[in-house]
């Protein structure tokens, strides 16, 4: 092999471990020993686990961010926005399946970037910045718009991590019922909410009726 396809080899075997062991649960030793080398073959190429964890985690942010950023910017209205970001994750989660469960482990001690929270923060700020408009337009508080890319986000996140591990729904499915609980509730967005339900002890006119 030469240095790149050893290369290669090395972030294949160390992604397919790391989403079946997590980070804790792979070793040096049992990614070399898959890939017929010794150990110090792994740390030339990566300086040891965490230099092939973080070359792995990086290549899988790209690959989504990129997915959800095409999805975005190619979106004529925020229904379309919600639908193509919903189908964009679940394209990925069924193209790359052992890459979102990397994605959405625990990154390793001490490591600042490359982990899921930083990649749906990213996503986020692209939410944001559409519906910033989108509440301009509708007339709501445009200062609101980075909650309301936080909740759309977090939704379609999680959704995700329950489509990967439950019994499959087809993705055309899933994607459905999350753009008509989104859509359905962004189309009636009230202007200022308030909680309607008053806990003990509250005064009943910090409420309304």
């Known amino acids: 092999m030469t240095g790149k396809q050893r290369r290669e080899q090395l972030l294949g075997i160390g992604r397919t471990l790391f989403a079946q062991k997590g980070f804790e649960g792979t070793t040096v030793e049992e990614i070399a020993a898959q890939a017929r080398v010794s150990k110090p073959v792994v740390y030339e ?20 961010l990129g997915l959800i950023t095409k999805a975005l910017t190619s979106a004529g209205s925020p229904y379309a926005l919600v639908e193509r970001a919903a189908l964009a994750l679940l394209d990925y989660i069924e193209s790359s399946s052992d890459g979102f469960r990397i994605l959405v482990r625990d990154s390793p001690m001490g490591q600042s970037t490359g982990s899921f929270a930083t990649l749906i923060s990213d996503i986020t700020r692209q939410v944001e910045y559409l519906l910033v408009e989108e509440f301009r337009q509708r007339g709501l508080d445009p200062l609101t718009a980075p909650m309301y890319a936080q909740m759309l986000v977090g939704m379609v996140a999680l959704c995700g991590q329950w489509w990967l591990d439950s019994p499959r729904r087809p993705k055309e499915e899933v994607a459905a019922h999350v753009v008509n609980l989104a859509w359905n509730g962004l189309s009636r967005v009230e202007p200022n909410p308030r909680l309607r339900e008053r806990r003990p002890g509250e005064d009943q006119r910090s409420h309304p009726s």
């Open 45 to 64: 190429h990566f300086g040891g686990k965490e230099g092939l964890y973080a070359v792995v985690v990086d290549r899988e942010m790209e690959v989504l």
